[in-house]
């Protein structure tokens, strides 16, 4: 039965689908896991998700090729990322291959909620693991539950792939040695005033800096950065408090090996900006969003791809990647994986 959705007209939000997958962990050991219909949970109010913030969470998504497959994106690094999260946090790590046989359960369960071709639309999987049993004493909790929904979502950005305005931001994301290379529920807590007062003060998005020295660029909220010199290369920050996105990583690929650009992964100063031509912002949920223009407490720094398209560049590498992703272009082995 199709499911009745307006595909063009979705923004990034919940649409609650019929079908999510459970395991829980409790005595040592996982659930077998399971699909439920009930998207209910039922937690101590001392659960250590809900004291302590014991949470980590993984974001990809599941596409319709143009042969009419039913595809996600590099799922395996999706669960390698939710392991080291889980580590770092101090949660147990899933058994091989739950993660994987959630995500295609979850995706079969709720074809119909796979957006068509062309759409622009696709479906986002969202898995995630907290600490459910009562802990007072700060200190990991003993049972967990591990789950993952799936919701229909269209672009992150109002507006498409309309460059955005993003400001340089006062407040820390993420400290050296703390947890921004992993995908801390808490991460995302500690932004939300740094969002909603940068949306107030009229910018799309936050440019976070090191904590440490305030001179580089780390990442937004929700996505990596990406940079086009004037000469045509491409810059991606690196440091350890990045979290270390799957799309970035997939578009320094593409860049090199099917646009034969030449790709730089290196810290990047915040005085480097007025040398870029082009700036993107990376991830799952952003895919490739442009920046058209950046304040710095005053001063603007005007892209020079401008406020009304994309960069040359940018827009090359956007169709690269979502030419891969809808199976319109070759993807690299290993990159699609097919949900029968
Ligand atoms: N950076 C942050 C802080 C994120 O939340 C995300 C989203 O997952 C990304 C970067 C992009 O990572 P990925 O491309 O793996 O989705
Ligand atoms: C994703 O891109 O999957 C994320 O988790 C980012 C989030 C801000 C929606």
Same mark, same amino acid.
């Not at 439920?36 to 109010?45: A, G, L, N």
């Not at 931001?169 to 529920?185: V, Y």
């Given at each position: ?31 077998? +896991?399971? %699909? ?7 937690? /101590?109010?001392? &659960?250590? #998700?809900?004291?302590?913030? $014991? ?124 947890? +921004?290379? %992993? ?7 500690? /932004?939300?005033? &740094?969002? #909603?007062?940068?949306?107030? $003060? ?124 809808? +199976?319109? %272009? ?11």
């Amino acid at each position: 039965m199709a499911v009745n959705i307006d595909w063009s007209s979705l923004g990034f939000g919940y649409i609650k689908t019929p079908y999510r997958f459970v395991a829980r962990y409790k005595d040592g050991k996982w659930s077998e +896991g399971e %699909i439920v219909t009930d998207d209910k949970i039922v937690i /101590s109010e001392c &659960a250590g #998700v809900l004291q302590y913030a $014991q949470t980590a969470f993984e974001g990809l998504k599941a596409y319709t090729t143009a042969d009419g497959k039913t595809v996600t994106f590099r799922p395996d690094l999706n669960a390698e990322r939710m392991a080291q999260s889980a580590a770092r946090l101090e949660m147990p790590i899933l058994p091989d291959g739950m993660f994987m046989r959630a995500v295609e359960q979850v995706v079969a369960a709720n074809r119909e909620y796979v957006p068509p071709y062309g759409s622009g639309a696709t479906l986002y999987l969202r898995p995630y693991m907290f600490g459910s049993s009562p802990v007072i004493g700060v200190k990991p909790a003993e049972e967990y539950e591990f789950r993952l929904f799936a919701t229909p979502v269209g672009p992150y950005f109002k507006g498409g792939v309309k460059p955005i305005t993003i400001r340089v931001c006062d407040f820390d994301r993420a400290a050296p040695h703390g947890t +921004g290379h %992993i995908k801390a529920g808490l991460n995302y807590a500690m /932004s939300l005033h &740094a969002i #909603v007062d940068a949306h107030r $003060q009229g910018y799309d998005e936050n440019m976070y800096l090191d904590a440490a020295t305030r001179t580089y660029i780390e990442e937004t909220g929700g996505a990596n950065f990406l940079f086009v010199t004037k000469d045509g290369k491409v810059v991606t920050p690196k440091s350890d408090s990045i979290l270390p996105s799957i799309t970035r990583r997939s578009l320094c690929y593409v860049a090199e090996k099917y646009l034969g650009l030449t790709v730089e992964h290196r810290p990047v100063k915040l005085s480097e900006l007025d040398n870029f031509a082009e700036c993107g912002l990376c991830g799952t949920a952003a895919v490739i969003s442009p920046v058209g223009k950046i304040v710095d407490h005053g001063k603007e720094i005007c892209l020079p791809s401008g406020m009304d398209s994309m960069g040359e560049i940018t827009q090359k590498l956007y169709d690269a990647l979502t030419g891969i992703q809808m +199976g319109s %272009i070759k993807a690299p082995d290993g990159w699609l994986y097919e949900i029968k």
